[in-house]
């Protein structure tokens, strides 16, 4: 029980202070990503892409695809540089063959793929893609050092600078695919600001220090590769998993690729506003997270992963479920010391009269509590795009949005015992203005 209650003030007290050196770490990041800019900007270019492929999967997208496609063939690189878009039609069955079909643009391809091929999850329709571009690459002569491949899904938009801010980074040959920032365009409703926090601010943090530590993740929007460092790992860079691009982030790790994350740039995509819909994407993310953990034994032996970046993988594969069972634990501990307080029921335990355990919900409700409010202040004199006010509704619902991501968790540990690995597409919303 003693295990139980150190386990309890080590959730309580440790990640706050997680959370403050985050905080730390960005404020640092955002004052020297001047310096750091004008610096890149006299470095030898001869390693930037010539050629952008903006691949979007597409399975029954009518609702949005026309806008990605038409912002997609918009992003222009530097000079000297062309983009193109291919689309993959992934068996859709509703109108989304008709809104392709009606865009006319010499830099747009589609490719249909029909079944028994069709509807095999998003890693099979980016390797289709992937071979495509492959094959075009070699029979035009191209280096496929000097292509880049990014993703960009059925409601995504990329920022104007993107392919610059991307090219930039791959100014350095060892970079093998770069992840962009996240944010959230529909961030007018409370679920939707509350993702956007957790993305432009949250996980924006996270990957500034992975930035350091040289662990970056691929996350499945706003994700850039080399097609040079793609065909280093085969015929299929995407797999099967939950969570194909978190793997593929892994398996470039492992393969001695440098992946490096921008803030300067970013994609914007729907937040799920429903919160049964957000639950089950939080429970595919987790179910793919736990498939992922099987690569614990290939980081340890790897000879291309140091230590400290060994440190932090582990820690990001790991710590989801050390917090589901350290939280699981803390409750039911709550739960025994609350039932010895009615009176019959045997000898208190820990907590002796129902005002301690009011003063002990007020002190982890502000524990909770205080880290959305941090990086709500963070947010808004980083980006300031977006009301104050907002901010704070959505960093005032953050600890529930967390035990939604507990809830998760625990049901992709159901899943992955019962081997249950279908899942059904999470359907797009109507567009909405979208906000800067």
């Given at each position: 029980m003693t295990a139980i209650l150190l386990v309890g003030f080590a959730l309580l007290t440790l990640w706050p202070a997680y959370n403050l050196a985050l905080v730390a770490f960005t404020t640092r990041d955002s004052a020297t990503a001047g310096r750091r800019r004008r610096r890149d900007a006299i470095a030898p270019n001869e390693h930037e892409p010539l050629t952008f492929w903006i691949v979007v999967p597409a399975l029954n997208e009518e609702r949005v695809v026309g806008r990605t496609v038409g912002a997609a063939l918009a992003l222009q690189g530097p000079a000297g540089t062309r983009t193109r878009v291919m689309?993959?039609?992934?068996?859709?069955?509703?109108?989304?063959?008709?809104?392709?079909?009606?865009?006319?643009?010499?830099?747009?391809?589609?490719?249909?793929?029909?079944?028994?091929?069709?509807?095999?999850?998003?890693?099979?329709?980016?390797?289709a893609a992937f071979r495509a571009i492959r094959d075009l690459a070699l029979r035009h002569g191209e280096d496929p050092a000097l292509v880049a491949v990014g993703v960009i899904d059925g409601d995504g938009r990329g920022?104007?600078?993107?392919?610059?801010?991307?090219?930039?980074?791959?100014?350095?040959?060892?970079?093998?695919?770069?992840?962009?920032r996240v944010r959230i365009h529909n961030r007018n409703r409370v679920l939707g600001a509350v993702q956007?926090?957790?993305?432009?601010?949250?996980?924006?943090?996270?990957?500034?220090?992975?930035?350091?530590?040289?662990?970056?993740g691929l996350g499945g929007n706003g994700q850039f590769a080399r097609l040079s460092s793609l065909m280093r790992l085969g015929d299929a860079p995407w797999s099967h998993c939950l969570v194909e691009d978190l793997e593929l982030g892994l398996r470039m790790h492992l393969n001695g690729e440098r992946i490096r994350y921008t803030s300067i740039a970013n994609v914007n995509q729907q937040g799920l506003v429903d919160v049964k819909r957000l639950l089950r994407q939080r429970t595919r993310w987790a179910q793919g997270n736990l498939q992922c953990v099987g690569y614990v034994p290939k980081l340890v032996a790897s000879r291309q992963v140091r230590n400290h970046a060994l440190l932090e993988m582990l820690y990001y594969l790991l710590a989801p479920w050390m917090n589901a069972f350290g939280t699981a634990g803390v409750f039911g501990l709550w739960g025994f010391a609350m039932w010895r307080l009615i009176p019959g029921h045997g000898d208190t335990v820990l907590i002796h009269s129902w005002t301690q355990m009011g003063h002990v919900a007020l002190f982890w409700a502000l524990g909770m509590t205080a880290p959305g409010l941090v990086w709500a202040t963070v947010h808004r004199l980083q980006l300031g795009d977006e009301k104050l006010g907002r901010l704070l509704?959505?960093?005032?619902?953050?600890?529930?949005?967390?035990?939604?991501?507990?809830?998760?968790?625990?049901?992709?540990?159901?899943?992955q015992i019962s081997r249950r690995q279908a899942w059904a597409k999470t359907e797009r919303l109507v567009e909405e203005p979208v906000l800067s």
């Open positions: 689309v993959v039609d992934d068996g859709s069955d509703d109108g989304t063959p008709d809104v392709l079909a009606a865009i006319d643009h010499p830099n747009l391809t589609v490719l249909r793929r029909d079944f028994p091929n069709a509807r095999k999850g998003k890693g099979e329709a980016l390797n920022s104007a600078n993107i392919l610059t801010e991307v090219s930039r980074q791959m100014r350095d040959p060892r970079v093998g695919a770069v992840q962009t956007d926090l957790e993305f432009a601010a949250i996980a924006n943090a996270s990957q500034l220090l992975r930035n350091a530590a040289g662990t970056v509704v959505a960093a005032v619902a953050y600890p529930f949005f967390l035990l939604l991501g507990l809830v998760s968790t625990w049901r992709a540990i159901g899943r």
